[in-house]
């Protein structure tokens, strides 16, 4: 048997290929490696069955100590859910074959997490400071590795409002958003693997991904597209188009749940889109096309296009973006307008330890709006930097704003690292925005972040800003601005 050796490369050898000097030996190799995390669904089978209990009591004691007979006297797990634990170990349960020749293996699994802060923030309109809350709970029905039945619910919020109690602002006192509609419901498989009898001896190219349902919808890192819609979507990867060594291409059309550019919904309006993703040897290109049939209230009618590279420069991570955005009935409205927006995104691991630097930049021409957002991730900035994102959890604004209009602007950041990529990190950054065109907005901002993780499922998020405002399109804003929050974040 071969065991890893502490084999130390001189330096001079790995330069060019940006590897680090450090040297683990083996005997420290999966030090501090987290423990398997039980999803809520094997917990409620632990408090059910005190079997299972023992059962993981003596697989520890037998990886401690190396005895391996004490698997032997390890009961069978029980479970309700389903016959295979997420990531654990063991033997496979066998499922059972349907008509269509697929094995369909069900386990159930519920997971989410729960976000409540305290913040208070003026962004130039006045000063609030609010409680807020959301939940995102969700059940994972796998049938296969590769078919599942996903639904989700977000009960404590609705239409970018959410749960809490306002202290200080417009509407002081207790807002209530609470909400039982399902804000996710959709399958997703491979054909092929769904109807394996149709070729058994796998020669006709019957893999083609598909999905229908209310389903998340994420394209150009948001910007082109970030929404939960009413759609079906088919896709066929693993091609070797244009020269390509592996291409995706997604067809998509989406029936209701639809926001526009505004974050509002249009109960009339239908998208469609066509999304691809090429890899070639030195980058990733996406390229992406988009429909909005609108109601003419809003603005009508929108086509959207979009492509991205990523790639490798050096030690630099760079992601290039150029998207465009057309009013086909006049629009002229937040809902759909037309415009361009390009960004650059640059990020590097430091050479001499784990920290990242990044320096985000965009330029906007005219008024570009996104095909769909949802009402809780803002505007199609948000990729920048802290500065220009949403909090996704109540009024606390982008210190920035995220929406695009004729600007230019930039973010520069230092991540750093606190006792392990995993127990902390510290983010500060430095970011503005001038505008281009007169009665524009111009800003300049520093913000900072601080996240701890308790546990395996706790986090503690610390957030501030400070900014100065020239916002000629509104006389009465403030000049200056800043926010604080602190957010307890729960996964489970």
Same mark, same amino acid.
């Given at each position: 048997?071969?065991?890893?050796?502490?084999?130390?490369?001189?330096?001079?050898?790995?330069?060019?290929? %940006?590897?680090?000097?450090?040297?683990?030996?083996?005997?420290?190799?999966?030090?501090? /490696?987290?423990?398997?995390?039980?999803?809520?669904?094997?917990?409620?089978?632990?408090?059910? %069955?005190?079997?299972?209990?023992?059962?993981?009591?003596l697989i520890k004691e037998s990886h401690e100590t190396g005895d391996a007979s004490l698997l032997e006297n390890a009961p069978a797990r029980q479970n309700i859910f389903g016959g295979n634990p997420f990531l654990g170990s063991g033997e496979i349960d066998k499922g059972f074959e349907i008509k269509t020749? &697929?094995?369909?293996?069900?386990?159930?699994?519920? %997971?989410?997490?729960?976000?409540?802060?305290?913040?208070?923030?003026?962004?130039?309109?006045?000063?609030?400071?609010?409680?807020?809350?959301?939940?995102?709970?969700?059940?994972?029905?796998?049938?296969?590795?590769?078919?599942?039945?996903?639904?989700?619910?977000?009960?404590?919020?609705?239409?970018?409002?959410?749960? !809490?109690?306002?202290?200080?602002?417009?509407?002081?006192?207790?807002?209530?958003?609470?909400?039982?509609?399902?804000?996710?419901? /959709?399958?997703?498989?491979?054909?092929?693997?769904?109807?394996?009898?149709?070729?058994?001896?796998?020669?006709?190219?019957? #893999?083609?991904?598909?999905?229908?349902?209310?389903?998340?919808?994420?394209?150009?890192?948001?910007?082109?597209?970030? #929404?939960?819609?009413?759609?079906?979507?088919?896709?066929?990867?693993?091609?070797?188009?244009?020269?390509?060594?592996?291409?995706?291409?997604? !067809?998509?059309?989406?029936?209701?749940?639809?926001?526009?550019?505004?974050?509002?919904?249009? @109960?009339?309006? /239908?998208?469609?889109?066509?999304?691809?993703?090429?890899?070639?040897?030195?980058?990733?290109?996406?390229?992406?096309?988009?429909?909005?049939?609108?109601?003419?209230?809003?603005?009508?009618?929108?086509?959207? &296009?979009?492509?991205?590279?990523?790639?490798?420069?050096?030690?630099?991570? @760079?992601?290039?973006?150029?998207?465009?955005?057309? =009013?086909? #009935?006049? =629009?002229?409205?937040?809902?759909?307008?037309?415009?361009?927006?390009?960004?650059?995104?640059?990020?590097?691991?430091?050479?001499?330890?784990?920290?990242?630097?990044?320096?985000?930049?965009?330029?906007?021409?005219?008024?570009?709006? @996104?095909?769909?957002?949802?009402?809780?991730?803002?505007?199609?900035?948000?990729?920048? !930097?802290?500065?220009?994102?949403?909090?996704?959890?109540?009024?606390?604004?982008?210190?920035?704003?995220?929406?695009?209009?004729?600007?230019?602007?930039?973010?520069?950041?230092?991540?750093?690292?606190?006792?392990?990529?995993?127990?902390?990190?510290?983010?500060?950054?430095?970011?503005?925005?001038?505008?281009?065109?007169? !009665?524009?907005?111009?800003?300049?901002?520093?913000?900072?972040?601080?996240?701890?993780?308790?546990?395996?499922?706790?986090?503690?998020?610390?957030?501030?800003?400070?900014?100065?405002?020239?916002?000629?399109?509104?006389?009465?804003?403030?000049?200056?601005?800043?926010?604080?929050?602190?957010?307890?974040?729960?996964?489970?």
């Amino acid at each position: 048997m071969i065991l890893f050796s502490s084999v130390k490369v001189d330096a001079a050898d790995n330069s060019d290929l %940006y590897l680090s000097d450090e040297v683990v030996p083996w005997e420290e190799l999966g030090d501090g /490696f987290l423990e398997r995390p039980k999803p809520l669904t094997e917990v409620i089978e632990d408090h059910i %069955y005190p079997s299972n209990k023992e059962r993981d009591r003596l697989i520890k004691e037998s990886h401690e100590t190396g005895d391996a007979s004490l698997l032997e006297n390890a009961p069978a797990r029980q479970n309700i859910f389903g016959g295979n634990p997420f990531l654990g170990s063991g033997e496979i349960d066998k499922g059972f074959e349907i008509k269509t020749g &697929a094995v369909w293996q069900p386990n159930f699994l519920i %997971y989410g997490e729960f976000r409540s802060a305290l913040q208070t923030f003026d962004n130039g309109f006045g000063n609030t400071a609010e409680w807020a809350n959301r939940l995102d709970i969700f059940g994972n029905l796998y049938l296969t590795p590769t078919e599942r039945i996903l639904i989700g619910f977000r009960p404590l919020d609705r239409d970018g409002n959410f749960t !809490g109690y306002q202290i200080d602002g417009t509407n002081e006192g207790f807002f209530e958003e609470f909400n039982s509609r399902i804000n996710t419901f /959709f399958f997703e498989g491979d054909f092929g693997e769904l109807f394996p009898n149709l070729d058994p001896t796998d020669q006709k190219s019957l #893999d083609y991904g598909i999905a229908f349902g209310r389903q998340p919808i994420n394209f150009q890192d948001g910007i082109i597209i970030n #929404d939960t819609i009413d759609s079906i979507g088919i896709s066929r990867a693993s091609l070797f188009e244009f020269g390509a060594s592996a291409t995706r291409i997604t !067809g998509i059309a989406g029936f209701n749940e639809l926001h526009r550019g505004n974050n509002v919904r249009d @109960s009339d309006a /239908f998208v469609f889109g066509l999304l691809s993703s090429l890899d070639y040897d030195k980058s990733t290109l996406e390229v992406d096309f988009v429909y909005v049939d609108g109601d003419i209230a809003t603005g009508g009618d929108g086509f959207y &296009a979009g492509i991205g590279d990523t790639r490798r420069i050096g030690e630099w991570n @760079s992601t290039l973006r150029a998207n465009g955005s057309w =009013g086909l #009935d006049g =629009g002229g409205t937040a809902a759909v307008d037309s415009g361009y927006v390009f960004t650059s995104q640059l990020s590097r691991t430091m050479r001499y330890n784990d920290d990242i630097f990044y320096f985000d930049t965009f330029y906007g021409l005219g008024d570009y709006t @996104s095909a769909a957002r949802d009402p809780a991730v803002g505007g199609p900035l948000g990729i920048i !930097g802290i500065l220009y994102a949403s909090s996704g959890l109540s009024d606390y604004a982008a210190p920035l704003g995220n929406q695009v209009g004729d600007s230019v602007g930039f973010a520069a950041g230092y991540q750093a690292f606190l006792g392990g990529k995993r127990k902390a990190q510290l983010i500060f950054e430095l970011g503005g925005r001038k505008a281009t065109e007169s !009665g524009g907005e111009s800003s300049m901002g520093f913000g900072m972040r601080y996240q701890r993780a308790f546990g395996q499922h706790y986090i503690l998020r610390l957030d501030g800003f400070a900014a100065g405002y020239d916002d000629e399109s509104r006389p009465l804003r403030e000049d200056f601005g800043y926010g604080l929050r602190a957010e307890w974040l729960v996964k489970f």
